[in-house]
Nanobody, 112 residues
């Protein structure tokens, strides 16, 4: 069983930066894929970015060039730069290992 704990959300002005962290516990093995998804009010949860254990990354078109996903063993990070109001959402950490795991979510609000 894998547990995911997120941190780093908050309120930031447009153009600002935030860094999210997701620490996975409960597995002694490298988790296959870790990623971030987000859900804005009234919208479905959607992909932000993923990173494999080998470092291969994948990004949603809307965040390419602004967000960077990385990981150190079983901790994943999401560096978010040039934030826009439309990035406002609850951000969920995701891990794909023996099954799919989700974190509890962290709120990111981009507003002046």
């Amino acid at each position: 069983q894998v547990q995911l704990v997120e941190s780093g959300g908050g309120l930031v002005q447009p153009g600002g930066s935030l860094k999210l962290s997701c620490a996975a516990s409960g597995s002694i093995f490298t988790i296959n894929v870790m990623g971030w998804y987000r859900q804005a009010p009234g919208k479905e949860r959607g992909l932000v970015a993923t990173v494999t254990g080998g470092g291969r990354t994948n990004y949603a078109e809307s965040v390419k060039g602004r967000f960077t996903i990385s990981r150190n063993k079983n901790t994943a990070y999401l560096q978010m730069n040039s934030l826009k109001p439309e990035d406002t959402a609850v951000y969920y950490c995701n891990a794909l290992h023996d099954k799919v795991y989700w974190g509890q979510g962290t709120q990111v609000t981009v507003s002046s």
